[in-house]
């Protein structure tokens, strides 16, 4: 069932809509929340509170494309749960994923209060799209998707340690840009 | 700044690249109830025939080879467009299906797909065609250092192999080695017996070097041999790898976007699949040995 069938089905107010949600975007809901939160009971609560956000904003929203819409709120729940649930150990991929991408930045304070996640953003979409599609969709998988090393290198026919060294190749890339367009890094 | 700023940046990303590097769902192969009502029971049998398989292979020799001549590279300035179509069982293909215990082994495999690109075979150190001459199972158990259940507690691991003997018959990119044999180590097999990998069967293959050891994680390894028969493995084992008819043609799978340009027959199946053979069952055309070479040499070109 393709997107807009599904929203059609919000629209309808039938429950099939999140079946078919679920059915079509579930798995790739629950292993993002499952990077982050580092345990399935926990996951499975973020995607049913994601699946009910869903539901309570369609309609009036219409989102296009539907997987980052309920993507994003499942990861933006599942973040949120990981700061409150302090019995989570330090040791997701979420945590991991933290770790690399703090060396992109500076850790000068003055920095924090000139920055909006917006602009930062926007220069992160900016540096993607001149990224190669291969190396593009590793930073993604691995950064937003919060998926395991040795899973990108998987999909991608690559070592665990080809998948580390190209994603670290891509993340000085990012900061020499991130440098280059103001950041004192 | 934060380090979790950057992580809401990274979250607010631009929906286009989000859907882009979406992760294929998680596929498993299908598996009749009728297996798991006897999975006990066959257990054993399995393993036994596993090994009596190893001991018949590796006791009669090599299976006999068909006669097909190798291909002949010749440089094309154009290219005879063919029309029409072909059905999959007319294709001329050495007989004989892959074997069964091989998918038993690799029946509980799942895995996420990301699709073909040519641009993945920039990593890849040959690109070779030739028989499979033999295939075998190899199994590895091995122990990692881990402190997720408490110090001392290594945590346990089993892991199978596939590995194919290939002589090269043609090198199509990196060194030649025509004549050669060779071992390739691959971890997972393409789950659909039409399109697997089979002995006296030709194909076009590109390899890359995986290192001398299966990779478990980053940790340390205290117990167990993880030293792989060959360093050599399948740059994308999830679809069908090109086949080389009896008869001199190339069976090629349309992700491979430059091989598919040229003009080829389709190709119509007309045989039994799985489920992750149905999804290329309208994705593959046949190329006469001229266009092939041609377009092979422009990709390469392209590439390196």
């Not at chain 1, 580092?38 to 049913?48: F, K, M, R, T, Y």
């Not at chain 1, 990224?131 to 593009?136: A, H, P, S």
């Not at chain 2, 090599?62 to 072909?86: H, R």
């Not at chain 2, 045989?271 to 041609?294: I, N, P």
């Amino acid at each position: 069932m393709d997107d807009s069938q599904i929203i059609d089905l919000f629209f309808e107010r039938s429950q099939r809509a999140i079946a078919e949600l679920s059915k079509k975007y579930g798995a790739v809901c629950s292993s993002v929340s499952k990077n982050i939160l580092g345990n399935s009971l926990d996951a499975e609560e973020c995607v049913n509170d994601a699946y009910l956000g869903a539901w309570n904003t369609i309609p009036p929203q219409r989102p296009a494309p539907l997987l980052t819409y309920v993507c994003r709120i499942v990861r933006n729940l599942s973040i949120a749960k990981y700061h409150a649930n302090t019995a989570v150990k330090r040791n997701s991929f979420y945590d991991e994923a933290l770790d690399e991408l703090e060396d992109c930045l500076s850790s000068a304070d003055t920095v924090e209060s000139e920055l909006k996640a917006e602009e930062l953003a926007r220069l992160i979409d900016q540096f993607l799209d001149a990224l190669d599609k291969q190396n593009r969709v590793m930073f993604v998988q691995r950064y937003w998707y919060l998926e395991s090393v040795a899973a990108i290198a998987q999909r991608f026919g690559l070592s665990a340690n080809s998948a580390s060294v190209r994603l670290f190749r891509t993340r000085e890339k990012l900061r020499r840009y991130l440098k280059k367009e103001g950041f004192d890094v | 700044m934060r380090r979790e700023d950057i992580s809401n940046a990274v979250g607010n990303i631009s929906a286009r690249h989000i859907q882009e590097a979406m992760p294929a769902r998680a596929v498993r192969k299908k598996v009749h109830w009728a297996r798991w009502g006897t999975l006990a029971a066959c257990l054993c049998i399995v393993t036994i025939g596993i090994g009596a398989l190893l001991s018949a292979d590796r006791a009669s020799g090599l299976p006999n080879k068909p006669s097909v001549a190798p291909p002949v590279v010749s440089p094309t300035q154009s290219v005879q467009p063919e029309t029409g179509s072909v059905y999959y069982s007319q294709l001329q293909l050495p007989k004989g299906r892959a074997d069964a215990d091989m998918f038993a082994a690799f029946s509980e495999m799942a895995v996420d797909l990301v699709a073909f690109d040519e641009s993945m075979l920039s990593q890849c150190s040959a690109i070779l065609e030739g028989e499979i001459t033999n295939m075998y199972l190899k199994s590895y158990s091995y122990a990692v250092a881990d402190d997720k259940f408490g110090a001392d507690t290594p945590l346990n691991y089993d892991t199978k192999t596939i590995v194919y003997e290939m002589r090269i018959d043609h090198t199509w990119y990196g060194d030649d080695n025509t004549g050669d044999t060779i071992l390739i180590e691959d971890q997972i097999i393409f789950p659909d017996e039409t399109f697997a990998l089979k002995v006296g069967h030709k194909y076009v293959i590109p390899i890359y070097e995986v290192g001398e050891a299966i990779e478990p994680h980053s940790a340390q390894v205290v117990s167990g041999n993880i030293t792989r028969d060959s360093a050599l493995s399948t740059v994308y084992p999830f679809h069908p790898q090109i086949e080389v008819t009896q008869d001199g043609g190339y069976v090629v799978s349309t992700d491979w976007a430059t091989l598919s340009a040229a003009q080829g027959r389709e190709i119509i199946v007309d045989v039994d699949m799985s489920e992750y053979g149905e999804f290329y069952k309208d994705k593959l055309m046949l190329l006469t040995r001229d266009a092939f070479s041609a377009q092979m040499r422009a990709l390469m070109g392209e590439l390196f």
